[in-house]
């Protein structure tokens, strides 16, 4: 679920780890929600079929990409694309350090409560460890940027707000059966981020960044999917 980027000056101060996994987690989600709503959309596997035959993806789903092909690109496949295409949506990696590391950190890196516990697997005969690897969990709130390649139709906006929004369903991680990898989303902003870059007097480059909530699109987005099908 982590993975160790770079080590800092100081040995243990500058440790930062990447979370992983949530991409796939809101992939999980978007299927979980599209099939309780009885909307066909992508699977994440892009074969049908095993090699004996047997059917690999479950009712409700077409291979990845498939729907592209056939002209009738699902909803999940214009957010999230597949191999073909690139998806609408930009994860900003979310880099963490552990709380207990004093000194200021950037400001895009985020403070979290992160635990070690080392394994270590020893061979049966010279018990030698053959295998050293630690794990590390990871508690607290953390603010996930997603970026958007292209403007969102409302109803593409729709669905991946109220794929966020059952998301938590779904747990985080490959220790989800041993009962962590809860999330809860505590909040969920629409924006429109203007950059600006200048420079100053002695040719120092200032950003600025302006940013404006869109609290009305997004109450029209979940408005707008699912579709209400008129008869
Ligand atoms: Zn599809």
Known sequence: MLIRTTKGEKGKEGKKYVVKGLR??????????????????CHTSEKTESQKGEPLLPEGFHAAGKCLENGEEC???RLMGSFGKQSKLKFEPVVITS???KGKEDEEIQQMHI???VRNALAFHTKKAIQDFGERYFAGTFTLR???RTKLEAEELGFLLKSLLYAPEIGLGAAVNNGAGKMKILKVALQEVVRERTFDQKGRVVERERVRNLWKEMQEGLKAWPKKVSA
């Open 115 to 117: 635990a070690t516990e």
């Open 75 to 77: 909803i999940k496949h």
């Open 24 to 41: 796939g987690w809101l992939n999980h989600a978007m299927m979980a929600l599209a099939k309780e709503m009885g909307v066909e959309v």
């Open 99 to 101: 709380k207990a590391c």
């Open 146 to 148: 997603i970026e958007f």
